[in-house]
């Protein structure tokens, strides 16, 4: 990265070499310390003289970001400035020094005394008497108001006398005068909790055009320029809602409650007026906060711990008492401590809650994380994702509906079509077979299949759309795009976005609008909206103008529904633990139709003894993402942007890896945006809201694919022999030829550090090896290279499900849950050795699994139950160097249906289904009777009357 050391260049720090603000802000601290250090070592005073003028550049560098701060802020800046001018330099090193500590230390949020500037300079010795008091957490209220310097010192007077020295939480003002200048401290400044907004405020910032400008994207361009200042507030409201939902968000107004608009009641959470007591708005900056704070049921369980308790009840854990007790198994409770014993308990009472039928905490626990992710309704899950996604599926799809799945989702999908006894329409996802992995399923596959199936009369039968946003390579959807195109096909499907690797997305703007629960919403509002329904009608006129057959490109408001379904595994992205899960449901159909058999799914698959840590820790990560989600999320892009840089750019380290590009995993034709990658040694960071608002499939930054083919080692061997044995550096994910990394929210620069340095052994390592080969050896190892890097086995398409397991001949639609479950008859089926399959297929042999067939990596079935293998899918087997097939014994071979079950089979369904048409036939016929008999009396009853 461009070092901030040619501060008379300001083009060099807003080239795009850092990535965020909050990056480019602890650079400039940091050079503000190298130069202030400098100056205390400088004797000469022509030397002296530039390097003041460094330090004063500097000093209006970070002006420009400081303002959009509470701490340090303005304030400390214009100190620290003064020491500059009166030439206390040593002053100014140490404070200089004492406000990096604290900004990189993040101290300032945990001792309040810090945040005056005589604490500041006192350094540890106020840190000291902080200690012994209660905790006072931390954040920044904006207020957004053109007022003067004296004007803004009062307001914060005031709010300052009202407040309680015994509150558990501690804020300071930040004081912006316009509507761009809002946006930006929202962008900028993490520790905003809440907003305060006049509603007469002027429209420009004067820092559009600075050091922040390469930051704020489009968030400035939206159109309002041209409204009149007495409008905006309600405007700003929006839009802060848009950006930051998270915030609490309050209006100062001079106008009466009859002259509001209805927009403003909704927007924000009080509307004060001009004259009001500054004590109510504290009080309501404070009950806010309070209220995101609450964790119903984590309080709950603590407060149930410490009462004393008598358990003649199940679970001699519980309490500790057969733990700490024993003279064998003491150490177990003394690894754990005893609070996760006195939390154990089977009770439901008491305080507690009942995960199946909740009506206290947990069921206060479940509508805040609703809240917080943007669903309307939100239900908890101890067994994880896998389980979720079965409740789900078992809550809507019915025996011989129709229900479209990428094939390469999570093996719980297929697993859960089986128990649901969907008819399976697999959809293919486009191949990266240089890297032995599988992208995402184009919108164009997708449509041409539902296309497929309206022609063939079935597109009644299909039920839902099932797709993984995003995969595990982080491909993201454009979830948007997806569901308005598919629902104006279909207007009532039912769409599963399983996002189990995106629960983090909904708490930074740019990936919130590719989350399902955000889509829903913003689609649900568009529809029942007057100006689509004009935009709608005019588009049916339109296409009727041009003749032929018109497929319509927009849903039909008067038809469409939306029906949305997210399952996320929380422990896997938040601060959840292992198995913690969440359905997230926003359905107009849900009270309706599926609340009931939503309630019979979610009993048979929850258990009776719900893990209550777990719960809480579900209840906990919504606490804190509702708070400093925003920062977590931005900083662990931070630290995988940081990742990739580091590893593309270190000599060293191109010589065997690469990190894989967004062109690497995104073919051209699916990025309208043009967006090659994310970085580039010369360019910097070039920026993604583009390509996430426009393209078809991007990439989530957080998932870091390393292509390790010239290593000369496979995926696997990497993760375990180099990786884990010798760094225990743990990586979910690997394919033949690369590895996955992944950071999340509790990804630090000490372990993007500790990886680096890993890598760097491991290329010491491998360059010993490389030179001790001999001539022999080396054509081995070259070999094996060409292997990995160039001779990747083809990836196969999912073949077709045989005709005695297909829903309609001809027809995409298998019933996967027939095969799964006749294959429970040995006597239907046998073990044919993959080196006899090619002989028999070229005999026209059909070869119809019996099981799921699922190698690791890739780890998604290539053969699933009832469907035919084909010569490409052998040869992707016999290719596979992997030590890990699930569904396939090597000694036996691969299990198959007999030829003569098939017959019997496909005979049996064949007589099934001409007694199906038969009783259609019959009741048809026993319809129309009945029509005729009812005609016949209504003309009766005409006649009579």
Not at 927 to 933: E, F, L, Y
Request: proline share 3%; charged share 25%.
């Amino acid at each position: 990265m461009k070092s901030v050391n040619a501060v008379n260049e300001p083009s060099s720090l807003i080239s795009g070499h850092h990535y965020n603000i909050g990056q480019l802000r602890t650079e400039l601290w940091s050079e503000l310390k190298t130069q202030a250090y400098g100056l205390t070592k400088k004797r000469n005073k022509i030397e002296q003289e530039e390097s003041k003028e460094q330090l004063s550049k500097l000093f209006k560098l970070l002006h420009e970001v400081e303002q959009y701060f509470a701490f340090p802020g303005d304030a400390t800046l214009n100190l620290l400035n003064d020491f500059l001018k009166r030439d206390e330099v040593q002053i100014l090193k140490n404070s200089i020094k004492e406000v990096l500590h604290q900004l990189i230390s993040e101290d300032y949020r945990h001792n309040v005394e810090t945040l005056s500037f005589s604490s500041l300079l006192r350094g540890k010795e106020s840190k000291q008497t902080q200690d012994s008091k209660v905790r006072r957490r931390y954040f920044e209220v904006l207020f957004v108001d053109n007022l003067t310097t004296k004007e803004e010192q009062s307001i914060a007077r005031k709010l300052s006398n009202v407040r309680d020295s015994k509150e558990p939480f501690f804020y300071q003002l930040v004081h912006v005068k316009s509507f761009q200048d809002a946006l930006i401290a929202l962008v900028a400044n993490p520790n905003i909790q809440a907003c305060v907004i006049r509603y007469e405020i002027p429209f420009k910032s004067k820092s559009t055009n600075g050091i922040l400008q390469p930051f704020l994207g489009d968030i400035l361009h939206n159109g309002h320029e041209e409204i009149q200042e007495y409008d905006l507030g309600i405007l700003l409201g929006e839009a802060v809602r848009e950006l930051r939902p998270e915030l609490d968000i309050y209006y100062v107004t001079d106008n009466g409650v009859n002259n509001l608009p209805d927009a403003a009641l909704k927007i924000f959470q009080r509307i004060f007026y001009q004259k009001e007591d500054t004590q109510e708005l504290h009080l309501s900056i404070i009950r806010g906060i309070k209220d995101r704070y609450q964790t119903p049921f984590y309080t709950a369980l603590k407060e149930y711990s410490q009462k004393p308790a008598g358990v003649f009840h199940a679970m001699p854990i519980s309490r500790g008492n057969s733990i700490f007790k024993s003279n064998w198994i003491d150490d177990f409770g003394e690894f754990y401590g005893r609070n996760l014993f006195l939390a154990e308990t089977s009770s439901t009472t008491g305080g507690l809650d009942s995960l199946l039928q909740p009506t206290g905490p947990l069921k206060k626990a479940q509508e805040l994380a609703a809240k917080a992710f943007g669903s309307r309704r939100t239900y908890f899950a101890t067994n994880g994702t896998s389980t979720s996604n079965k409740i789900v599926l078992q809550a809507l799809v019915e025996p011989g509906d129709v229900v479209l799945i990428d094939r390469d989702c999570h093996k719980s999908h297929h697993y859960g079509m089986v128990l649901a006894g969907a008819y399976v329409t697999y959809l293919d996802s486009y191949p990266l077979q240089r890297y032995s992995m599988y992208g995402a399923v184009p919108l164009s596959e997708i449509k041409e299949r539902l296309l497929v199936l309206k022609k063939a009369g079935r597109l009644e039968n299909v039920k839902m759309l099932l797709l993984t946003n995003c995969t595990f390579d982080g491909l993201v959807y454009n979830v948007e795009r997806v569901m308005e195109e598919v629902l104006a096909i279909k207007p009532d499907m039912i769409f599963l976005w399983d996002e189990a690797w995106f629960g983090f997305a909904a708490f930074t703007h740019t990936f919130r609008q590719r989350t399902a629960m955000y889509v829903a919403n913003k689609l649900c509002k568009r529809y029942k909206t007057k100006e689509y329904k004009e935009r709608y009608k005019k588009h049916l006129a339109d296409g009727k103008k041009k003749g032929g057959e018109f497929i319509s490109s927009m849903p039909n408001p008067e038809r469409v529904k939306i029906r949305v379904y997210s399952t996320q595994s929380t422990h896997k992205t938040l601060s959840s633990f292992r198995q913690g899960s969440m359905i997230h449901i926003y359905d107009e159909e849900f009270e309706r139709k599926v609340e009931t058999s939503f309630s019979e799914a979610y009993m048979t698959h929850t258990s009776t003894s719900a893990n209550y840590q777990i719960l809480a820790s579900l209840d906990i990560a919504r606490r804190q993402v509702s708070f400093e989600g925003y920062e977590l999320v931005e900083k662990s892009i931070e630290m995988a942007m940081l990742l990739r840089a580091k590893i593309n750019d270190h000599p060293k380290l191109k010589k065997y890896f690469k990190v894989l590009t967004i062109k690497d995993i995104i073919p051209d034709q699916y990025r309208q945006s043009g967006l090659i990658e994310y970085y580039n040694p010369d360019q910097g960071w070039h920026r993604l809201e583009q390509a996430w608002t426009s393209d078809e499939f991007v990439l989530d930054p957080t998932k870091i694919n390393m292509h390790i083919g010239n290593t000369g080692v496979d995926g696997d061997t990497f993760k375990n022999k180099y990786l884990m044995d010798q760094f225990h550096i743990q990586i979910n994910k690997t394919s033949r030829n690369s590895v996955l990394f992944m950071t999340n929210i509790g990804t630090t620069r000490s372990s993007v550090s500790y990886l680096i340095r890993a890598l760097l052994k491991i290329t010491d390592q491998l360059d010993a090896q490389f030179d001790s080969l001999n001539p022999e050896e080396n054509r081995l190892l070259l070999d094996k290279i060409y292997s990995l890097t160039e001779q990747a086995p083809s990836l196969p398409d999912f073949s077709y499900f045989h005709d005695s397991f297909r829903a309609v001949a001809g027809i995409p639609g298998g019933k996967i849950r027939e095969a799964y479950f006749l294959a429970y008859d040995e006597t239907k089926c046998e073990y044919t050795k993959l080196s006899d399959c090619k002989e028999l297929i070229e005999q026209g042999r059909a070869l119809v699994s019996t099981s799921f067939i699922i190698p690791y990596p890739p780890g998604f079935p290539v053969l699933v139950p009832g469907q035919v293998m084909t010569l490409e899918i052998l040869e992707f087997l016999q290719a596979l160097d992997v030590k890990e097939i699930h569904g396939y014994r090597p000694e036996l071979g691969l299990r198959l249906f007999t030829d003569a079950a098939l017959r019997r089979h496909q005979s049996g369904t064949a007589m099934m289904g001409i007694s199906s048409v038969m009783l259609g036939m019959g009741n048809a016929h026993k319809q129309k009777s009945t029509s005729k008999a009812k005609r016949k009396s209504a003309s009766k009853i005409n006649v009579n009357s």
